[in-house]
Structures are given as structure tokens and as C-alpha cells.
């Protein structure tokens, strides 16, 4: 099982919205995700940024073999591949990691990816991350189960699902301490620039648009065969 967070900047005619949710487009989508073992795929969108969220339930997928038909609608990325449209966010802090497929499996039919961006503060990037791994490592199932951050520059994407999952975890953190902080929020907050004009309770962690949501029966199989 590996976890995929990606981001990107649409860059074509009309929302991101009405062209991924067009119906061929899904069954496109569905297609490619059953043929390449993808499961629990969901695009968030912020005015013209995507967020992309999904897992691979054997090799690594690229966003490219899934939404091939997103083309040139994207922006191109400086710094990698020419051509690059899609960037890996790094898992900066996640309540669990994978042991299994099987034990990766959701246990809520009913349920809802729910998404939210930040923006960190550079100087403050080394200081968030610590704080982080203590928290990962020190308290591994504290949150929703599927619950984590990725980062890309100082942008961070922080992906749950609703209702929240917990579960106690079948593996030990790295680290015997008890150093988190009590009051976390307010240790965390100097690491923010908050956002301006942002609705009541975010101007910090801002929501995001649920654009699509594909499960994909390759979920099924892969936690029937783990």
C-alpha cells in the first residue's frame, strides 16, 4: 500500500469541476484505476489549485497514468520532467502508516474525504516538522486513521476522511518520549501565515472543494488478497 498526495494548477477553459466530473470522464478514470490497483482517489480543488489524494495498492502510480486526458489544461511545473503537470507532496505526519491492504480497508461505507491547505511560514518549516514526527511517533493513532499531512514548498495539504476512523494501531512509535506539547494549538499557530478574508475558524487550515471521488473496486480486491 502506498499513499500518493499530488499537486497541481489548472490551467484550462471552464472548472476543474465540470470537466472531471464529466461521465466519461469518470468511467475513464474508474478504468484506468482497476487496471493500475488505484483505490480511494479524491481531487480537492481552491480556485485553480488541485489537490490529489489516492493509493496504490502495489506498484507506484503516477497522476499522469490516471488522468491522462488532463493534458495541457494544467499548468506545466518548472524544476522536474519536461512537461511536468503534477508534483509529489511529501508525508510530513500521518496517525497511521499501512501494515496491510486488509488492514487498510475502511470499515464506513458512508463516508466523506475531506480536505484542507495551510500556508507555513519558511522560516518555521523545520520547527512544524519537529514537532510533527514527535507527535507521529510519540502517539501513532491519536486521529482519524487515514488522516495525514503532505507539503509541497510552504503548502501543506492535509487529508482526512469523515466520519473520523479510530482505531488502535498495530505497530509501536519510534520514539518512547512524551515530549508533545499540551497546548498544541497554540505552539502551532506562530507556524502559520493565516489566511485573509478566510470564513470563522479558517484562517489557518482552509477547506477545500471535494471535485471527485473515485473508490474503485480494486479496493475490494486488494484487501481480499493482502
Not at 11 to 31: I, K, V, Y
Not at 151 to 171: A, C, D, K, R
Not at 208 to 226: F, N, S, Y
Request: charged content about 25%; hydrophobic content about 35%; aromatic content about 12%.
Amino acid at each position: 500500500m502506498i499513499r500518493c498526495l499530488f499537486r497541481a494548477v489548472w490551467n484550462g477553459e471552464g472548472s476543474p469541476r465540470s470537466f472531471f466530473r464529466a461521465q466519461e470522464r469518470e468511467h475513464s478514470l474508474a478504468d484506468a484505476m482497476e487496471r493500475l490497483q488505484v483505490a480511494n482517489l479524491s481531487l480537492f480543488a481552491d480556485q485553480e489549485q488541485l489537490f490529489l489524494y489516492y493509493e496504490c495498492l502495489d506498484t507506484p502510480v503516477l497522476p499522469e497514468s490516471l488522468l491522462a486526458e488532463t493534458g495541457e489544461r494544467l499548468a506545466e511545473w518548472p524544476g522536474g520532467a519536461p512537461g511536468r503537470r503534477w508534483v509529489p507532496m511529501t508525508d510530513i505526519f500521518h496517525y497511521q502508516h499501512p501494515v496491510s491492504n486488509s488492514q487498510w480497508a475502511r470499515v464506513h461505507k458512508e463516508r466523506t474525504p475531506y480536505g484542507r491547505i495551510a500556508l507555513l511560514k519558511p522560516e518555521q518549516t523545520a520547527s512544524y516538522v519537529y514537532y510533527h514526527y514527535q507527535y507521529q511517533e510519540e502517539k501513532p493513532g491519536d486521529g482519524d486513521k487515514y488522516g495525514m499531512i503532505g507539503m509541497h514548498e510552504n503548502v501543506l495539504f492535509f487529508y482526512s476522511e469523515l466520519p473520523e476512523t479510530i482505531t488502535p494501531v498495530l505497530y509501536e512509535g519510534r520514539l518512547k518520549t512524551s515530549l508533545k506539547p499540551e497546548n498544541w494549538a497554540k505552539v502551532m499557530e506562530p507556524h502559520f501565515i493565516k489566511w485573509e478574508g478566510a470564513p470563522v475558524g479558517q484562517d489557518i487550515w482552509r477547506k477545500l472543494m471535494l471535485v471527485l471521488e473515485v473508490r474503485c473496486p480494486a479496493e475490494r480486491r486488494g484487501a481480499q488478497h493482502a
